[in-house]
């Protein structure tokens, strides 16, 4: 993401934002009131800027802890979603920074992230990935590979478990758009179950309650992430994992 140090702030643009110092008021007045008072947008938005300038992993953990809407962009159902979870710890030496249910008509797809620092370098001088980059990957594919040789582990934290969808996001916008970075990505997407987002991901879901906060009233009903503690009871108290967990999937 690029930034421009005279004008930092509010995103303009989805395909090439540019943040700029001082918050749009407008935009802000035109978010209903309920909104506001679930979230404050405007302390999100400076926040998410500084994270962003920080290069900071921790800052920007704690923003999404207490933002679901932030997440918004990265869900692929909108409507009735299921709590986000943090901090999910498992096989003695993995953590995943998040992690929800899809509960599809096709079985339960368990959703786990990887938050990375914003503006890691992906590439080096001669194109190939950088050891921090290659590192987080890796990191991703060892949850795959240990639940896999661990399906009792895997049933005893989720219950039930389709399938996984593998998210890893780091990376700006731009170096993601460049013509490594594209090339790059369409071949690891063609040959790997991991998706990789740019922290541009964030930026959209907060344009995107800016111009269509009716959109929202699922994430509105569910607003902070909950404790990987509370993940256990949540699946065993709901109705429609009591459908698959008898099936040996």
């Known amino acids: 993401m690029e930034i421009?140090?005279?004008?930092?702030?509010?995103?303009?643009?989805?395909?090439?934002?540019?943040?700029?110092?001082?918050?749009?008021?407008?935009?802000?007045?035109?978010?209903?009131?309920?909104?506001?008072?679930?979230?404050?947008?405007?302390?999100?938005?400076?926040?998410?800027?500084?994270?962003?300038?920080?290069?900071?992993?921790?800052?920007?953990?704690?923003?999404?802890?207490?933002?679901?809407?932030?997440?918004?962009?990265l869900f692929t159902r909108k409507y009735g979603i299921q709590p986000i979870f943090r901090e999910l710890n498992f096989g003695?030496?993995?953590?995943?920074?998040?992690?929800?249910?899809?509960?599809?008509?096709?079985?339960?797809?368990?959703?786990?992230?990887?938050?990375?620092?914003?503006?890691?370098?992906?590439?080096?001088?001669?194109?190939?990935?950088?050891?921090?980059?290659?590192a987080a990957i890796e990191q991703v594919k060892n949850w795959d590979q240990y639940f896999q040789q661990h399906p009792a582990e895997k049933k005893r934290i989720f219950g039930s478990v389709a399938r996984f969808r593998l998210i890893l996001v780091t990376g700006t916008h731009e170096e993601w758009q460049s013509e490594q970075g594209k090339r790059w990505r369409a071949y690891h997407h063609n040959n790997t179950n991991i998706e990789i987002r740019s922290m541009q991901t964030f930026w959209k879901s907060l344009t995107a309650i800016k111009t269509k906060p009716e959109e929202f009233w699922s994430f509105e009903e569910k607003p902070k992430t909950l404790s990987h503690s509370a993940l256990s009871d949540y699946w065993k108290n709901y109705e429609y994992m009591d459908n698959w967990r008898g099936i040996d999937l």
């Open 4 to 73: 421009n140090q005279a004008q930092e702030g509010t995103v303009k643009s989805d395909k090439d934002p540019q943040i700029n110092n001082e918050i749009d008021n407008k935009e802000i007045e035109e978010i209903s009131e309920d909104k506001k008072q679930i979230w404050n947008i405007e302390e999100v938005e400076k926040k998410l800027l500084k994270a962003y300038l920080n290069d900071s992993e921790t800052e920007l953990l704690a923003i999404l802890k207490n933002n679901t809407f932030l997440f918004y962009d």
């Open 92 to 134: 003695n030496e993995f953590r995943c920074d998040f992690a929800w249910l899809n509960d599809n008509s096709s079985g339960p797809e368990w959703v786990l992230v990887e938050i990375e620092k914003p503006k890691m370098n992906l590439f080096k001088n001669d194109n190939k990935p950088t050891a921090p980059f290659q």
